[in-house]
């Protein structure tokens, strides 16, 4: 433990060398693991003043849309159908109720650990149609495209997928391209870089000249990570920095990027309250189109999908706003009545904030 401060007190020593006094700079943790690490060992309040940390879109629950939840929430209303999804979901609004509120009206909604329960579910229940809601960025995709495969091997015919994935490297691209000169760096997602490793973030420093690095997820993980984009900055060498080389490896998992590219096409997808991304999502490819929700059990909402009233996810998940500036924070928006996604994830900026008390 001690060894550990050591080196703590080390890493701020050089980050005050490296930063300049009066300079403002914007550095993005794209992750909501990393927000929840920053929160719970107090890394802001031990940054010079200047050096600020914004939260990103790297919630998955939060980038999720009204759309793909209005969706999911007139599955619920089908008799024949079971809802599987990770609990998570169940508190994000849709535009006009949430997953939880139609399970106390009724709705199947069956909870799972792992997306391959629902081999055992589709057992369990023969006669009903399975639909698991398949989201998460690349290092949930791996997993779900595994289950994917699995169900299309052992021949299941009432599991389909509601597949709305999210890509991290085309997000950060985009707001890059939407809001220059916004962000002096990134320190990038340890989970999903296991998976994609270091290349897909390329065109950071190559296009933007952006200072980026991995990070892991303890407080001097996050550190040496900030360390490491204040010194690209510093020399103008930018690159991938990657202080979490035990666990991600330059070419990533290329086992699960196989199972990624086997399942799913690369198409442009709506996130929440930002809009449509380009090439930042997936669908089920050909082969496995046999398995998509949408293709086999067509649905029509019954009215236009809308965002909530007032809510500012949007400009929380690309860093224009903190979550304390929007006027419902912790007023008409708690975690206990979330009017945004961003207040129902443990993982969401805003129940962050709002958890470690950052209320003004
Ligand atoms: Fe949306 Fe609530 Fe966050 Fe405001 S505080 S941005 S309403 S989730």
Known sequence: MQEKQKTADALLH???????PGERVRIMEVCGTHTVSIFREGLRQLLPAGIELVSGPGCPVCVTDQVYMDKALEYAKRDDVIIATFGDMLKVPGS????????TQGAHIHIIYTPLEVLELSKQN???HIVFLAIGFETTIAVIGATVKA?????????????????????????LDRHIGQIDGFILPGHVSVIIGEKPYGFLPN????PSCIAGFDGVEILSAIVNILEQRQSGQFKVGNTYHSVVMKEGNPVAVRVMNEVYDVCDDTWRG????????????EAYSFLDAEKVLPIQLEKPSMDPKGCQCGSVLQGLIKPN??????????????VGACMVSVEGSCAAWYKYGFSS
């Open 14 to 20: 050089r980050i005050n060398e490296l930063h300049t």
């Open 96 to 103: 006009y109720s949430s997953l939880s509120e139609a399970q």
């Open 126 to 128: 023969p006669d009903k």
């Open 151 to 175: 169900v299309a091997q052992a021949d299941v015919k009432n599991v389909f997928f509601l597949v709305s994935h999210k890509l991290v490297p085309p997000a950060l691209r985009a707001l």
């Open 207 to 210: 296009e933007y000249k952006i």
């Open 274 to 285: 930002i809009g449509v991304i380009p090439s930042s999502g997936l669908t089920l490819n």
């Open 325 to 338: 500036e929007c006027p419902l924070f912790g007023k008409a928006c708690t975690p206990d009545h979330a």
